[in-house]
């Protein structure tokens, strides 16, 4: 009852919209495949994909059902993963490595370009569970001011979920310890599926101003 409550009102705001698509045997069989040729030896593989079906959803039946995590990166030649200083979904600082549960999220910071990108990256993350399949809803959004090129080519790492904490969301997870990753694919903007609906904002706007105006008004 509570989760369809979320969803109604969820749907009534300008949230991008994903569900975990149902795949069909061939495709479990072919992801299965590389799971085993690539990802469960563990020793960092550049994984070969050559399926004709989007990476986001590979990635994300990989975490549904291998124990994984992901992270995205503009760096294709990490060994391992150190922990560093952060700031969790909440505001709450810690030095940890992060992944997250959720393949679209990670992608955003895969492919922005941030060794020339200037300004804040304002993103929302948010999933559902139903008895059928998780409804997911994003926010994302740059400067609109940045005059330089906002994306570039990227590398999505699959770490093991083992590892891990929850974070300071459902979908974010942390690890206060080094992590070797057990295999990555390399992904293009063109591999995100919301790269044509990246909002942009006004850095002099205040942050929850930015976010409820996009949310309610589609603004």
């Not at 030896?41 to 994909?49: A, C, R, T, W």
């Not at 992270?71 to 997250?100: C, M, W, Y």
């Not at 699959?158 to 992590?179: A, H, M, N, R, T």
Request: glycine share 4%; with cysteine.
């Amino acid at each position: 009852m509570i989760n369809r409550l979320k969803i109604l009102i969820f749907n009534q705001l300008h949230f991008l919209k994903s569900n975990d698509t149902p795949l069909c045997q061939e495709l479990i069989k072919q992801f299965d495949t590389i799971h085993k040729q690539y990802i469960a030896e563990g020793d960092g593989s550049l994984i070969e994909y050559d399926v004709d079906f989007p990476k986001h959803l590979f990635l994300q039946y990989l975490i549904n059902h291998k124990e994984v995590l992901v992270h995205g990166s503009n760096n294709p030649d990490i060994e391992i993963f150190e922990p560093r200083n952060q700031t969790l979904a909440n505001n709450k600082p810690v030095k940890a490595v992060f992944a997250a549960s959720d393949t679209i999220w990670s992608f955003y910071f895969a492919i922005i370009n941030k060794s020339g990108y200037q300004g804040s990256l304002k993103n929302l993350c948010f999933s559902i569970p139903t008895k059928k399949e998780v409804k997911r809803f994003y926010y994302f959004s740059v400067n609109q001011d940045f005059q330089g090129e906002y994306w570039r080519n990227g590398t999505m790492y699959i770490l093991p979920k083992d590892s891990f904490i929850q974070g300071g969301s459902k979908e974010e997870w942390i690890c206060p310890e080094k992590v070797k990753p057990l295999a990555k694919i390399n992904v293009t903007p063109e591999d995100f599926p919301f790269l044509n609906q990246v909002r942009k904002h006004d850095e002099n706007t205040p942050h929850n101003k930015v976010v409820l105006t996009a949310l309610l008004w589609n603004k």
